[in-house]
């Protein structure tokens, strides 16, 4: 039997054909396919797969993802996004490239930045929609829109919609377990 080199790695396969929710995040690069159904939100290193039958609402934050089921989140991809038939992703997407195919349906904002560019403007994949914070939360939209109203949670109006930072978000749910 052949031993293996200690620079060779070995590859890391998950494939999830079940339905979850939480939070998944990964430290070290995997390959990560998922097949069923998935609520929550998603940090993966590597590639991350969204195979045709899957269903996810989340967030995404990965270095390569592929999409071929429905989404309804933000994709941040340090490397690449691809959108391949017959997925449905809504939700607004961030990465250095890009490419969605014919059959394929998207529906949201695009921003297509290196990742030098992210580092020098943190804002770029930082700011949430009220639907995000709303599902990061887990409270009705029209709460949350009350309370960035009543100035309880930090936010601000852009185009006539409240927009939310990531970091002030995570800094307030922190305060308020502290409070509690």
Do not use: C, Y
């Not at 060779?8 to 097949?35: C, H, W, Y």
């Not at 159904?37 to 290193?45: H, I, N, P, Q, V």
């Not at 991350?48 to 429905?70: H, P, S």
């Amino acid at each position: 039997m052949a031993k293996k080199r200690d620079d060779e790695r070995e590859e890391k396969i998950l494939d999830v054909d079940a339905s979850m929710q939480g939070t998944i995040a990964f430290k070290d690069p995997v390959n990560l396919r998922i097949n069923g159904s998935f609520e929550g939100k998603l940090d993966a290193k590597g590639n991350l797969t969204i195979g045709e039958n899957a269903r996810v609402k989340a967030n995404i934050n990965g270095d390569r993802v592929i999409i071929a089921g429905k989404v309804t989140g933000n994709i941040n991809a340090t490397e690449s996004i691809s959108i391949v038939a017959p997925a449905l992703v809504r939700g607004d997407i961030a990465a250095p490239r890009l490419s969605i195919a014919d059959g394929s349906i998207f529906d949201g904002r695009i921003s297509m930045t290196s990742a030098k560019e992210k580092q020098g403007s943190p804002f770029l994949t930082d700011m949430l929609d009220l639907r995000d914070v709303a599902q990061f939360l887990e409270v009705e939209e029209k709460v949350l829109e009350e309370w960035a109203h009543k100035k309880k949670i930090p936010a601000f109006q852009e185009d006539g919609h409240w927009r939310f930072r990531r970091t002030e978000i995570e800094k307030w749910v922190e305060q308020e377990r502290v409070n509690v």
